[in-house]
C-alpha cells in the first residue's frame, strides 16, 4: 500500500508565500496523476489543482489559478509540490495530497482520485 505525506503547512500570514510537499512511499506518481484538496471548517473538501497529463496542462480551481502553482519533481517522481503565493485567509484548510489514474484526467471530483495522505494544516492570517 503507498502512503502519501504532506508537509509545509503552518501559520503564514496573508499575502506570503509557502510550498507545500508531498511526498509518497513508492513512485506512484510516474504511474498516476498527483493533485490537490483542501477542506476549510464546516466546509466540503473541494478541488485544488491536479498535474498536467500528456498535452494537457495542470488543472485548478477558478478560486487558486494564477496563484498555487502544482509541479512534480521528475527527478524523483515520489515528490509533488504546491508553491502557494498571494494567500488569503480563505485558504485557510487541511490540504490533502492524493493521486487519480490517467483515465480519469479531468476530473475534480475527490471520487476520483485513490490514495490519500493524511493532511497538512495551513492557516493564513491577516
Known amino acids: 500500500q503507498v502512503h502519501l505525506v504532506e508537509s509545509g503547512g503552518g501559520f503564514v500570514q496573508a499575502g506570503d508565500s509557502v510550498r507545500l510537499s508531498c511526498v509518497a512511499s513508492?513512485?506512484?506518481?510516474?504511474?498516476?496523476?498527483p493533485g490537490w484538496f483542501r477542506q476549510a471548517p464546516g466546509k466540503e473538501r473541494e478541488f485544488v489543482a491536479v498535474?498536467?497529463?500528456?498535452?494537457?496542462?495542470?488543472?485548478y480551481a477558478d478560486s487558486v489559478k494564477g496563484r498555487f502553482t502544482i509541479s512534480r519533481d521528475d527527478a524523483n517522481n515520489t515528490v509533488v509540490h504546491l508553491p502557494m503565493n498571494k494567500r488569503n485567509p480563505e485558504d485557510t484548510a487541511l490540504y490533502y495530497c492524493?493521486?487519480?489514474?490517467?483515465?480519469?484526467?479531468?476530473?475534480?471530483?475527490?471520487?476520483?482520485?485513490?490514495?490519500w495522505g493524511g493532511g497538512t494544516q495551513v492557516t493564513v492570517y491577516s
Open positions: 492524493a493521486t487519480t489514474s490517467f483515465s480519469k484526467f479531468g476530473s475534480t471530483s475527490s471520487q476520483s482520485f485513490g490514495a
Open positions: 513508492a513512485r506512484i506518481f510516474s504511474d498516476s496523476l
Open positions: 498535474i498536467g497529463w500528456r498535452d494537457a496542462g495542470p488543472l
